[in-house]
T-cell receptor, first 115, second 115 residues
Framework: NAGVMQNPRHLVRRRGQEARLRCSPM?????VYWYRQLPEEGLKFMVY????????ESGMPKERFSAEFPKEGPSILRIQQVVRGDSAAYFC?????????????FGDGTRLSIL | AQSVAQPEDQVNVAEGNPLTVKCTYS??????LFWYVQYPNRGLQFLLK??????LVKGSYGFEAEFNKSQTSFHLKKPSALVSDSALYFC?????????????FGTGTRLLVSP
């Protein structure tokens, strides 16, 4: 039973380029969350999505960042016109529908480096 | 607003000795509490959770945690540490009220178990 799959594992971009990070949730999970981890820090919530809906984007920067979780295919976190400060590890988590007492299961992350 | 404090950046313990990793939290509704472990270049692995019921919860790999409502704490414990337990540990809290799904994480505690 595959876990949460994220790709790519490592992504290098130059300033001003676009970064696209993908996340396929665990089988049977319909809730997806994105978190960002800066070096030597904890994870910070960015966005919570269900299929075709953004439920909570209170942690998303107002500009350049967007997320989607289409009916078919993986969830995508998109960062436009990247800057050095976007360098971080981005983690996706998923949980099953229904109870909020279910733990979120995490992927291994995408490590984004901005040159 | 939710918050989590992990007061120790690092905990050092000798193999075979008991270990404790501390966590205190603040949340408006009922707390849903979680512990995760992170190994280098990996995502977070779920260890255990407290939702309701017994204050002592048992989880994976021999870990347990004690919920203390009056002290708003959820300390992680293990009776006998292994060298392989050396990793980064994160405490997280979720507001148990309907509509609150995001996890708020502490800054993490690095556990170092010496042989």
């Amino acid at each position: 039973n595959a876990g949460v799959m994220q790709n790519p594992r490592h992504l290098v971009r130059r300033r001003g380029q676009e970064a696209r990070l993908r996340c396929s949730p665990m089988k049977g999970h319909s809730h997806v969350y994105w978190y960002r981890q800066l070096p030597e820090e904890g994870l910070k919530f960015m966005v919570y999505l269900q299929k075709e809906n953004i439920i909570d984007e209170s942690g998303m920067p107002k500009e350049r960042f967007s997320a989607e979780f289409p009916k078919e295919g993986p969830s995508i976190l998109r960062i436009q016109q990247v800057v050095r400060g976007d360098s971080a590890a981005y983690f996706c988590a998923s949980s099953p529908p229904g109870g909020g007492d279910q733990p979120q299961h995490f992927g291994d992350g995408t490590r984004l480096s901005i040159l | 607003a939710q918050s989590v404090a992990q007061p120790e950046d690092q905990v050092n313990v000798a193999e075979g000795n008991p270990l404790t990793v501390k966590c205190t939290y603040s949340v408006s509704g009922n707390p849903y509490l979680f512990w995760y472990v992170q190994y280098p270049n990996r995502g977070l692995q779920f260890l255990l959770k407290y939702i309701t019921g017994d204050n002592l919860v048992k989880g994976s790999y021999g870990f347990e945690a004690e919920f203390n409502k009056s002290q708003t704490s959820f300390h992680l414990k293990k009776p006998s540490a292994l060298v392989s337990d050396s990793a980064l540990y994160f405490c997280a809290v979720r507001d148990g009220r309907t509509g609150f799904q995001k996890l708020v994480f502490g800054t993490g505690t690095r556990l170092l178990v010496s042989p």
